[in-house]
């Protein structure tokens, strides 16, 4: 097995075209009628065969899929993979992690200072979910700063699936009812691992600036801590204002 394009997609998409570890840009600009560069590797975290640095008997495909896949330049590839002690598994996951944070929160619509807070509300099924996400154009998303490792995972990947669905639901919609229904399900199996996990999903739509001259909608989703949840919100439950 080797890694899908669906993988390859995902994984250049959320690094934004920039290394996990020293964000240089991984595509080159064209020098006259020379194609630009390609420096990019898509990297195991636990190597494909024994023997390779952070080695783990792991099935096929998750050694070539998405979660252990972190995106690097040429060179720190090289370094990485040169020193397993130094970048180890645990290690990997939290640079690639907080790297696609950080394309995340560069990629964020900025909120005016002017701006009306936005009325947010329990997202509890894979229906209300979908009905932020679906149709927006442009996507706000946040989280407690200050998780366990296993959690903060989670709710990446959750968040994740959430703007993912969002930001192909034309095409779902377009696939019928049943497509919808299992993008749905798909949320559903989410939001139910972040309740295990004692956390709440908070979401609603604003206007906004997408860019310059574009005004349009942005969906909201926040995670929260259930202590969080009780401080924002007062009766009724859906009166808790997020920026």
């Known amino acids: 097995m080797s890694i899908s394009s669906e993988t390859r997609k995902r994984l250049w998409a959320r690094s934004g075209n920039r290394c996990a570890l020293c964000r240089l840009e ?36 998750v050694r070539d899929g998405y979660a252990n896949l972190v995106l690097l330049c040429a060179n720190d590839h090289v370094q990485v993979d040169a020193q397993p002690e130094r970048y180890t598994v645990e290690r990997l996951r ?7 944070t950080w394309v995340r929160d560069r990629l964020r619509p900025k909120t005016p200072a002017h701006a009306e807070a936005t009325r947010v509300v329990p997202l509890r099924s894979g229906d209300a979910v979908w009905n932020v996400m679906s149709g927006a154009h442009a996507y706000q998303t946040g989280a407690p700063g200050s998780l366990p490792d296993d959690v903060a995972d ?20 377009a696939g019928g009812l049943r497509a919808v229904r299992d993008a749905k399900r798909a949320i559903q199996a989410e939001l139910d691992a972040l309740a295990s996990a004692d956390l709440t999903v908070l979401g609603g739509r604003r206007r906004g600036e997408i860019a310059p001259g574009f ?9 929260v801590t259930t202590d969080e949840f009780r401080t924002l919100t007062s009766p009724p439950e859906s009166d808790a204002p997020v920026q």
């Open 26 to 61: 991984l595509v080159r600009d064209d020098q006259g009628s020379e194609p630009g560069a390609l420096i990019g590797q898509e990297a195991h975290i636990t190597a494909r065969n024994p023997g390779g640095p952070r080695y783990e008997p792991v099935p096929v495909d």
């Open 94 to 100: 939290a640079l690639k992690r907080e790297h696609e």
């Open 154 to 173: 989670l709710v990446d990947d959750a968040l994740q699936v959430f703007v993912d669905c969002g930001e192909i639901s034309e095409d779902i919609t």
């Open 215 to 223: 005004t349009g909608d942005i969906a909201i989703v926040h995670v």
